[in-house]
């Protein structure tokens, strides 16, 4: 397909740095980027989109997993797991990305969305501290099952990963939602990379746009992991409801043909 227009890559480009900075902080910006994408490249394949997508975000995610690491310093015996499943999970995703219909996943997501917004909202504690669930092996394994389910979704679909990985380490391991957000980054990191294991060897990513987007990203997530460090859980807390209610809006919108 032909190279996009400067306007229209200056726009992608705009959308890349917001959807980097909401990644970092909850997740979540596919809900910003995947769609400016299929808007900027009307003449990319499905594919195509989904492999350029992922090439922007594993820069934004390099950053702000960097960045999180260095500063919150979270357990690599929890990560650790949780990267190596997101990874699997992510392949096995990505390799039947190209047979299953978006329409599929969205009254799935959208459910589960209500279900995660309602339940952070009517509970204000949960994950203002870490108070783990389980212990041992039992973590490890709840780790990994997270990592398998969440990456599976990345690896096929992708928008809200990031949220889908935040809620489960809160809701499911008890962690606080700042560690949760740093552990989300490296799982997030690890889906991307395997993705682009899949998409790299079809000749699916547009590399021109794709490096820019990933600038735009990597400058996105920078600010946006500093930004949750130095504000702490309550404001990645509020932000989290902010980017599901808007995930539901737009998902909600998508199926009863209001978009």
Not at 47 to 70: D, H, W
Not at 110 to 137: C, I, M, Q, W
Not at 197 to 218: E, R, T, Y
């Amino acid at each position: 397909m032909a190279d996009p227009t400067l306007s229209v890559t200056l726009l992608l480009g705009l959308a890349a740095l917001a959807a980097g900075f909401v990644d970092a902080v909850v997740g979540g910006g596919g809900l910003i980027q995947l769609p400016a994408v299929l808007l900027g490249l009307p003449g990319a394949s499905p594919v195509q989109v989904l492999a350029t997508n992922k090439l922007a975000s594993i820069c934004g995610t390099t950053m702000s997993s960097a960045t999180y690491y260095r500063r919150v310093r979270p357990d690599p015996r929890t990560f650790g797991p949780l990267m190596l499943l997101a990874f699997t999970g992510s392949v096995l995703g990505a390799l039947v990305a190209s047979h299953i219909p978006s329409s599929a996943f969205d009254p799935i997501v959208l459910v589960a969305l209500v279900v995660v917004g309602a339940y952070v909202l009517f509970r204000p504690t949960l994950g203002e501290a870490t108070a783990l669930r389980f212990s041992g092996h039992r973590h490890t394994l709840a780790a990994m099952l997270t990592g398998l389910g969440v990456g599976f979704y990345d690896g096929a679909l992708g928008p809200g990963t990031g949220s889908f990985f935040v809620f489960t380490l809160v809701g499911l391991l008890g962690y606080s939602f700042l560690e949760a957000s740093a552990k989300a980054r490296l799982a997030n990191w690890a889906t991307n990379a395997a993705a682009l294991c899949v998409f790299i060897p079809q000749g699916a990513v547009l590399w021109k746009i794709g490096l820019v987007m990933g600038l735009c990203n990597l400058a996105g997530g920078y600010v946006g992991a500093r930004t949750a460090v130095s504000r702490g859980t309550r404001f990645v807390r509020i932000f989290f409801i902010l980017v599901v209610s808007a995930f539901i809006v737009r998902i909600g919108g998508d199926l009863v043909g209001l978009w």
